[in-house]
């Protein structure tokens, strides 16, 4: 990261350690070669590390098994992959899937794809007052058609993290699965998906400071065996005839052609980088830097702060008068990166009243004197719109 910056845009991807770099350097440089399909020795070194790497993963969420962990390009195609191979297949007219407002867009797009063509309802659970999802209201208003609830772990817009047990325990004493979406969630609070209960957990390499282009759907064993393909190709089968073909087991009936080999290494990497901080740490330290952020724009009577108090690693505002886009800006003048806009929840900004926030998010590699920036270039906001 270039020296003089402020870096306040994690949540939308986080840069990279030098460490994840090199590994990425090094697995197109020094030890390239395809997986699963060599008979030469680098071929059979470098699946060695591709399933390490899967079996890392599994460790880092606390899978039962590496063979629940499918790798993907992101947890856009998690998401898609669960809506197409077990949603699609499990639903039926007259079912429901219910969802929160505070969801991504590709919590959300997937699901009405299904539901158009299945016959399917969807609900949403509203917020608490703190724009938390709420949980008493989703326990109110679930019922038996409910068959799949797919919720973020933690929100990109409001950072509040959900209490993914109890939203377990609602989901499946109705008989339904619950899906997480855990990009925000992953790199800043330990993950366990056996004691989260959850059914499928989804997250992006590249939020967790690894490579673009890589990420992880965790299924339970029973549903990714009960599931079809999601694409046909090579490495994804048992035999191919013309007459007919069969299916290798997950997580290789998932992971159709050739993968994205560096990016898993730069994803174990990524991880091993993580861990070796410690996510207890992590957590301290980015809460420390929201707290302090939040208490700097509490000092201007024109802001409005969204999300409950104790966010993970993210602070979202309004300015009265002054547009997101500008504030974005304006701060960029000063070396301060932030977002601006909707954070793909367009209909979280509806049930706000507001086409937009201003967004900052903090990582690892953030200090006190990047929030001393930003509160900075938040007064030089207020001075020019004044």
Not at 48 to 59: D, G, M, N, T
Not at 109 to 127: F, N, S, T
Not at 129 to 154: G, N, Q, T, Y
């Amino acid at each position: 990261m270039p020296a003089g910056w402020a870096y306040l845009d994690t949540a939308a991807t986080a840069q990279k350690p030098q460490v994840v770099i090199d590994a990425i350097t090094r697995g197109y440089d020094t030890t390239y070669a395809t997986v699963h399909r060599g008979v030469y020795q680098r071929s059979a070194d470098m699946t060695l590390a591709y399933e390490a790497a899967r079996e890392r993963v599994a460790r880092f969420i606390g899978a039962a098994s590496p063979n629940e962990c499918v790798f993907v390009r992101g947890a856009t195609e998690g998401i898609n992959l669960v809506a197409q191979c077990w949603a699609a297949t499990q639903l039926k007219a007259g079912d429901r899937i219910l969802l929160s407002l505070l969801e991504h867009h590709s919590n959300i797009v997937p699901w009405q794809m299904v539901a158009e063509r299945m016959g399917v309802g969807i609900d949403v659970i509203p917020l608490t007052a703190d724009h938390a999802i709420d949980l008493d209201a989703m326990a109110a208003m679930i019922r038996p058609e409910h068959k799949l609830v797919a919720l973020a772990h933690v929100s990109n817009v409001t950072g509040a993290v959900l209490d993914a047990r109890r939203a377990a325990d609602i989901a499946h004493r109705n008989g339904a699965r619950l899906l997480l979406d855990g990009c925000q969630a992953v790199a800043r609070i330990a993950v366990d998906v056996e004691a989260l209960g959850c059914d499928f957990y989804v997250f992006s390499g590249h939020k967790l400071y690894g490579p673009t282009g890589i990420g992880v759907l965790w299924g339970r064993a029973e549903l990714l065996e009960a599931m079809p393909p999601y694409q046909g190709g090579g490495a994804m089968i048992d035999k191919v005839s013309f007459e007919r073909t069969t299916y290798a087991p997950p997580p290789a009936r998932f992971e159709a052609g050739t993968p994205h080999i560096v990016g898993v290494l730069g994803l174990r990497t990524a991880i091993d980088y993580v861990d070796g901080i410690g996510l207890g740490a992590i957590h301290a330290h980015e809460t420390a830097l929201v707290h302090a952020a939040r208490e700097a724009l509490r000092g201007f009577n024109s802001v409005t702060l969204y999300g409950p108090e104790e966010s993970a690693g993210i602070v979202s505002f309004a300015i009265e008068g002054v547009h997101p886009h500008d504030i974005g800006t304006i701060l960029d003048e000063g070396h301060v990166a932030i977002r601006a806009g909707h954070h793909c929840a367009q209909p979280l900004m509806d049930a706000l009243g507001i086409p937009a926030t201003a967004r900052a998010s903090f990582g690892v590699y953030n200090s006190p004197g990047d929030v001393e920036a930003f509160a900075r270039g938040i007064e030089r906001v207020t001075r020019i719109f004044g």
